[in-house]
């Protein structure tokens, strides 16, 4: 089945201590991106990555880093997380834009992350 | 910013078509209009997508006006299940792939 899986769903931390929350996808997609969605605000765009070892910054980057070491795996990483990074965030990814290729995105079921 | 502007809240009885418009006055030529839905607070879940032509599949009908600048998302048949919070989002050309713009949507309440 084809899917993006987020681990772990829900996670509650404190101030500062290091987390990752992990992305797979097995779709062979090129495109993955991180978003966190807060109440009223809809959906933003945390990092966005085209390809393996090409990532770049979205709408709220900061506090957050990312990598892509392999296709299939987005990490996102809050190396001091802070309380203002209590939201929900979904990974999600998608074929590279080519012409004739089906395009939407697949997203994850979502990690909330509480800290405190 | 967001490129749409949707209405904050919308209630349809069951069994009833459900039409859920959205304004993209600032749209460009090449961008897409697509529709996602969130339950609860899952994942969103694509809907349908289209340019200029009204396109259909199993899950909704999608109206674009001739001027492209607003769209209608039509669920023919709402049922219980399509209570959701729906995302119309103009996908825009960034660099080589795409990138989604999310408004705050609509929720969408299907009345028994």
Redesign the interface.
């Known amino acids: 089945e084809a899917q ?1 899986t987020q681990n772990p769903r829900y996670l509650i931390t404190v101030t500062g201590k290091k987390l990752t929350v992990t992305c797979s996808q097995n779709m062979n997609h ?2 993955m991106s991180w ?1 966190r ?1 807060d109440p ?6 945390i990092y ?1 990555s ?1 390809n393996v070892e090409v990532t770049d910054k979205g709408d709220v980057p900061e506090g957050y880093k990312v990598s892509r070491k392999e296709k299939r795996n987005f990490p996102l990483i809050l190396e001091s997380p802070s309380p203002n990074q209590t939201s ?1 965030y ?1 990974c ?1 990814s ?1 074929l ?2 080519t012409p004739g290729r089906t ?8 990690t ?1 992350l509480t800290v405190v | 910013d967001a490129k749409t502007t949707q209405p904050p809240s919308m209630d349809c009885a069951e069994g009833r078509a459900a039409n859920l418009p959205c304004n993209h006055s600032t749209i460009s030529g090449n961008e897409y209009v697509y529709w996602y839905r969130q339950i609860h607070s899952q994942g969103p879940q694509y809907i349908i997508h289209g340019l200029k032509n009204n396109e259909t599949n199993e899950m909704a009908s999608l109206i674009i006006t001739e001027d492209r600048k607003s769209s209608t998302l039509i669920l023919p048949h709402a049922t219980l299940r399509d209570t959701a919070v729906y995302y119309c989002i103009v996908r825009v050309v960034l660099s080589g792939t795409y990138k989604y713009i999310f408004g705050t949507g609509t929720r969408l309440k299907v009345l028994a």
């Open positions: 993006v090129e495109y978003y969605q009223g605000l809809g959906l933003r765009q966005y085209m929900l979904f999600a998608s590279r834009r395009t939407e995105a697949f997203f994850g079921q979502g909330r």
